[in-house]
């Protein structure tokens, strides 16, 4: 296991400026999920790391040891892609233990590594088989026991599930946590989806347009954003953004109706961007008015598209409601799951 060090990392490919001096370290153990939307940079910097790009700034360390010359080969990690990259002509263990045939492991050794990792990952049973025997989830677990096998400092996932269908990627989440668990080994993982985030991380790097936004753990993120972007991007459904007017504590819609009074916690007066979670909207007598645009019936939870003060808003609630396209419903919120952004820098402002 090790640390990993990024210190003013830069990537440019030519003029293009892609990755812009980030600055992250990555604790013994810890594991570290780099999110955000196509094309922010996340699996670039991942495969700076790797060493399968060519750092134009800053430093990599891996252990305490800077690797930005070194050679992948020589950096002690093991990376797991979204496209599983099996050879066809060998079986599962050949698979997985090619790596330490590759590197004159002996076959004693070689078969006792493969084993341990089949046992952890569940395949015990499949060593025999070839890849187009297997299920896309049992493909994935080989490519991870590829890795594990090697018993790296550092594991490196590269959107591994994107490759999966829903049901399956929930399941490979939770081994993948699972394995983590039990190896204690640290892993940096990239992922578009923010769900993969919250669920796996330790803490979270939300990256945009090749800076970092914020840095935290899944919750830090959740309750408290650093600005509009980490806002809207981490919480499903997203939140919900309206303008508004603080005015002596009290947060006013564009009709002048009370969403929020928040008293002495309330920023500077003036015109802000409100930030609520669909799920912090509650509906209450006391509540501003919202007429029904969508009721969307969901099992355990239902969907609520409202019109509020001329804005589009989404409700998330635990119980049925037996309301229609257009009626009226009055809904309120907490003061404490206000979140106030500046309009000109997106940063939060309470």
Same mark, same amino acid.
């Given at each position: 296991?090790?640390?990993?060090?990024?210190?003013?990392?830069?990537?440019?490919?030519?003029?293009?400026?892609?990755?812009?001096?980030?600055?992250?370290?990555?604790?013994?153990?810890?594991?570290?999920?780099?999110?955000?939307?196509?094309?922010?940079?996340?699996?670039?910097?991942?495969?700076?790391?790797?060493?399968?790009?060519?750092?134009?700034?800053?430093?990599?360390?891996?252990?305490?040891?800077?690797?930005?010359?070194?050679?992948?080969?020589?950096?002690?990690?093991?990376?797991?892609?979204?496209?599983?990259?099996?050879?066809?002509?060998?079986?599962?263990?050949?698979?997985?233990?090619?790596?330490?045939?590759?590197?004159?492991?002996?076959?004693?050794?070689?078969?006792?590594?493969?084993?341990?990792?089949?046992?952890?990952?569940?395949?015990?049973?499949?060593?025999?088989?070839?890849?187009?025997?297997?299920?896309?989830?049992?493909?994935?677990?080989?490519?991870?026991?590829?890795?594990?096998?090697?018993?790296?400092?550092?594991?490196?996932?590269?959107?591994?599930?994107?490759?999966?269908?829903?049901?399956?990627?929930?399941?490979?989440?939770?081994?993948?946590?699972?394995?983590?668990?039990?190896?204690?080994?640290?892993?940096?993982?990239?992922?578009?989806?923010?769900?993969?985030?919250?669920?796996?991380?330790?803490?979270?790097?939300?990256?945009?347009?090749?800076?970092?936004?914020?840095?935290?753990?899944?919750?830090?993120?959740?309750?408290?954003?650093?600005?509009?972007?980490?806002?809207?991007? &981490?919480? #499903?459904?997203?939140?919900?953004? =309206?303008? %508004?007017? *603080? $005015?002596?504590? !009290? /947060?006013? @819609?564009? +009709?002048?109706?009370?969403?929020?009074?928040?008293?002495?916690?309330?920023?500077?007066?003036?015109?802000?961007?409100?930030?609520?979670?669909?799920e912090h909207l509650d509906?209450?007598?006391?509540?501003?008015?919202?007429?029904?645009?969508?009721?969307?019936?969901?099992?355990?939870?239902?969907?609520?598209?409202?019109?509020?003060?001329?804005?589009?808003?989404?409700?998330?609630?635990?119980?049925? &409601?037996? #309301?229609n396209q257009g009626d009226? =419903?009055? %809904?309120? *919120? $907490?003061?404490? !799951? /206000?979140? @106030?952004? +500046?309009?000109?820098?997106?940063?939060?402002?309470?």
């Amino acid at each position: 296991m090790a640390e990993v060090g990024l210190h003013s990392v830069k990537k440019s490919f030519g003029k293009v400026d892609v990755i812009h001096g980030v600055d992250v370290d990555v604790a013994d153990g810890e594991f570290l999920v780099l999110v955000g939307p196509s094309g922010c940079g996340k699996s670039t910097l991942l495969r700076m790391i790797a060493g399968l790009e060519t750092v134009s700034g800053g430093e990599v360390s891996i252990g305490g040891r800077v690797v930005n010359e070194l050679e992948p080969k020589d950096r002690d990690i093991a990376m797991v892609f979204q496209n599983y990259a099996l050879y066809p002509h060998m079986n599962v263990a050949k698979n997985m233990g090619f790596s330490l045939e590759h590197r004159g492991g002996s076959k004693s050794e070689i078969a006792e590594r493969v084993a341990w990792a089949a046992d952890i990952l569940g395949l015990s049973h499949l060593l025999e088989r070839f890849p187009k025997q297997l299920s896309g989830g049992q493909r994935q677990r080989v490519a991870m026991g590829r890795a594990i096998v090697r018993n790296p400092q550092v594991f490196l996932f590269d959107e591994p599930l994107s490759n999966l269908d829903a049901k399956l990627r929930v399941v490979m989440r939770s081994e993948i946590k699972a394995l983590h668990q039990k190896l204690k080994t640290t892993m940096i993982y990239v992922t578009h989806d923010q769900i993969e985030a919250m669920t796996l991380a330790d803490r979270i790097v939300v990256m945009h347009a090749g800076k970092v936004e914020q840095i935290g753990s899944p919750l830090e993120l959740y309750d408290r954003p650093a600005n509009r972007f980490v806002a809207g991007f &981490i919480g #499903s459904p997203a939140m919900n953004f =309206l303008p %508004v007017n *603080v $005015r002596g504590g !009290r /947060v006013l @819609l564009a +009709d002048g109706s009370e969403l929020a009074d928040l008293g002495a916690a309330a920023p500077p007066d003036g015109d802000y961007v409100c930030g609520i979670r669909p799920e912090h909207l509650d509906i209450g007598a006391n509540g501003a008015a919202a007429r029904v645009e969508m009721v969307e019936p969901m099992g355990a939870d239902t969907q609520v598209t409202v019109s509020l003060a001329g804005q589009k808003a989404h409700l998330l609630l635990r119980d049925r &409601i037996t #309301s229609n396209q257009g009626d009226t =419903l009055f %809904v309120a *919120v $907490r003061p404490a !799951r /206000v979140h @106030l952004f +500046d309009i000109r820098s997106g940063k939060r402002g309470n």
